[in-house]
């Protein structure tokens, strides 16, 4: 089993940053995919970007392709997701997922985070 705790949401005016971080328990993260993803009110769940473990290659969704950027510590356990130049359609409740295989939908991953809520004023 894994567990994800996600810290690092917030407010935030337009065009700033925050940094997202989901720290795992339970179990190394090595071999494992960690997902982004995003949901806003009456909207399905967006995925944002993930990360493998081990090599650290990052795939991200076109709309946020060039503001968002993920890094990994894994002596920490931890995720971290680097929102930039943030636009209020970015307000959303923020998850961190991670699962066994590539993939770009929720049910591609297995273990969540609690969720963040990300708000970008304008």
């Known amino acids: 089993q894994v567990q994800l705790a996600q810290s690092g949401g917030g407010l935030v005016e337009a065009g700033g940053s925050l940094t997202l971080s989901c720290a795992a328990s339970g179990r190394t993260l090595r071999d494992y995919v960690m997902g982004w993803f995003r949901q806003a009110p009456g909207n399905e769940r967006e995925f944002v970007g993930r990360i493998g473990w081990n090599n650290g290659y990052t795939v991200f969704a076109n709309s946020v392709k060039g503001r968002f950027t993920i890094s990994r510590d894994a002596a920490k356990n931890t995720a971290y997701l680097h929102l930039n130049s943030l636009e209020p359609v970015d307000t959303a409740v923020y998850y961190c997922?991670?699962?066994?295989?590539?993939?770009?939908?929720?049910?591609?991953?297995?273990?969540w985070g609690q969720g963040t809520q990300v708000t970008v004023s304008s």
């Open positions: 997922a991670a699962g066994a295989i590539l993939g770009t939908t929720p049910q591609a991953y297995r273990y």
